[in-house]
């Protein structure tokens, strides 16, 4: 069993930054996901469970960057010069013992209990 704690959401306008935490209480593979309303859950980034391999989807490349630090099991994801479209609850996952980076929901065991982001324009 896995336990994700998340936090960092909230309520910021476009162009300003937050930045994502998510713990677990095992190392991990790691994914941030999120879902907008009325729309499905979609991969945002990933970190192997080393740390040593990392992905971010494309549309926020250049913007999200994720990393972790092995010593606390925790997962970040910080969000630059965001957008109204990138508003959505953001989820992490945890698949332990896996090494590498997982894009799929599906493959993940464990997921923590969300953390809304909301961007106004």
């Known amino acids: 069993q896995v336990q994700l704690v998340e936090s960092g959401g909230g309520l910021v306008q476009a162009g300003d930054s937050l930045r994502l935490s998510c713990t677990a209480s095992r190392t991990s593979a790691m994914g941030w996901f999120r879902q907008a309303p009325g729309k499905q859950r979609e991969f945002v980034a990933g970190?192997?469970?080393?740390?040593?391999?990392?992905e971010v989807e494309d549309s926020v490349k250049g913007r999200f960057t994720i990393s972790n630090d092995n010593a606390k099991n925790t997962v970040y994801l910080q969000m630059n010069s965001l957008k109204p479209e990138d508003t959505a609850v953001y989820y992490c996952?945890?698949?332990?013992?896996?090494?590498?980076?997982?894009?799929?929901?599906?493959?993940?065991?464990?997921w923590g209990q969300g953390t809304q982001v909301t961007v106004s324009s």
């Open positions: 996952a945890a698949k332990p013992g896996f090494l590498g980076i997982l894009r799929e929901s599906w493959k993940y065991e464990y």
């Open positions: 970190i192997s469970w080393r740390g040593g391999s990392r």
